[in-house]
């Protein structure tokens, strides 16, 4: 009897022992997996921060669209404004804002003293070879009903067609008289092509463009990326230049068009964050730069 109690002892101990390992490995498994899972979020973000940023910008925008800006951001803003309360403002809109979170008669820009008015709205048209923004018709059309001046530009996608990407422009922006001027958004250098190639692309959606327009189309871009890869071969087109430091003018060097100076705008007329748009010149200015 004490040898079959000692047994039984025995492998009750022996019972204990591979249900602490089944609960130490299955707390290593989950352990482990939740630490990949967290890697794996971060690298996302960090991935998308790096070479994405506009994209990043835009989904940080969403997440915080309804909370105030930091008094670093607002007292930029203002001190922008104040600087250029003489010139035209306007801003720009695409599918990260809906539909129902824009309300037209109330849109402005404002410092502490006085509110400007939103004189021109440009939109996100098209990307890459065949895509399309879902807002686009929407917002172009609530645009004209403003009485806004229009824009359209593409998103351009450097490892796609160019000539597939200007073909899909010209046929879903449609372009009228008293718009804009065609607009190319360039963020981003090729994965899979040479820069020589790159440039040879820009060049033919460029060409594609404005023979259909008989002018010369706008390009949007980072003030880094233009300095980097698009100056000098494209210092003939307009520019609007996205610079959103704590500078009183986007390039002290290359002559600009257009600057967007946030992306955390914050007006009555807007339910989220949206991008503030500078001309420079007045509204008699501003007509060479429409059809």
């Known amino acids: 009897m004490y040898i079959c109690k000692m047994k039984k002892k025995k492998l009750q101990r022996s019972k204990s022992r591979i249900s602490a390992k089944k609960k130490s490995l299955f707390g290593n498994?989950?352990?482990?997996?939740?630490?990949?899972?967290?890697?794996?979020?971060?690298?996302?973000?960090?991935?998308?921060?790096?070479?994405?940023?506009?994209?990043?910008?835009?989904?940080?925008?969403?997440?915080?669209?309804?909370?105030?800006?930091?008094?670093?951001?607002?007292?930029?803003?203002?001190?922008?404004?104040?600087?250029?309360?003489?010139?035209?403002?306007?801003?720009?809109?695409?599918?990260?804002?809906?539909?129902?979170?824009?309300?037209?008669?109330?849109?402005?820009?404002?410092?502490?003293?006085?509110?400007?008015?939103?004189?021109?709205?440009?939109?996100?048209?098209?990307?890459?070879?065949?895509?399309?923004?879902?807002?686009?018709?929407?917002?172009?059309?609530?645009?004209?009903?403003?009485?806004?001046?229009?824009?359209?530009?593409?998103?351009?996608?450097?490892?796609?067609?160019?000539?597939?990407?200007?073909?899909?422009?010209?046929?879903?922006?449609?372009?009228?008289?008293?718009?804009?001027?065609?607009?190319?958004?360039?963020?981003?250098?090729?994965?899979k092509k040479s820069k020589e190639q790159f440039i040879k692309d820009v060049q033919t959606w460029l060409d594609i463009v404005e023979k259909h327009y008989k002018r010369k189309p706008i390009i949007y871009t980072y003030i880094s990326f233009y300095e980097d890869y698009l100056y000098p071969t494209f210092k003939q087109y307009p520019l609007w230049i996205a610079n959103y430091n704590n500078v009183s003018v986007p390039t002290s060097v290359f002559s600009w068009q257009l600057w967007q100076f946030t992306e955390n705008g914050i007006t009555a007329g807007a339910k989220v964050k949206i991008d503030f748009n500078i001309f420079n010149g007045d509204s008699s200015e501003l007509n060479k730069l429409l059809l």
Not at 73 to 91: A, C, M, P, Q, T
């Open 29 to 191: 498994f989950f352990t482990v997996s939740l630490l990949c899972i967290l890697l794996l979020g971060v690298g996302s973000v960090f991935y998308i921060r790096t070479y994405y940023p506009a994209i990043y910008q835009k989904i940080l925008n969403k997440i915080t669209a309804r909370k105030i800006n930091s008094t670093y951001e607002s007292n930029r803003i203002e001190h922008i404004v104040s600087l250029y309360y003489d010139k035209v403002f306007g801003i720009d809109l695409s599918h990260y804002q809906e539909r129902e979170e824009i309300e037209w008669d109330s849109l402005y820009i404002r410092n502490k003293t006085a509110k400007y008015p939103i004189q021109f709205a440009i939109f996100r048209a098209t990307m890459g070879n065949d895509g399309t923004d879902k807002n686009f018709a929407h917002f172009f059309s609530e645009a004209k009903k403003h009485q806004l001046i229009r824009g359209a530009y593409h998103y351009y996608r450097p490892d796609e067609d160019p000539k597939l990407q200007a073909n899909s422009y010209l046929k879903n922006a449609r372009l009228e008289k008293g718009d804009f001027l065609p607009i190319l958004d360039i963020e981003q250098l090729p994965k």
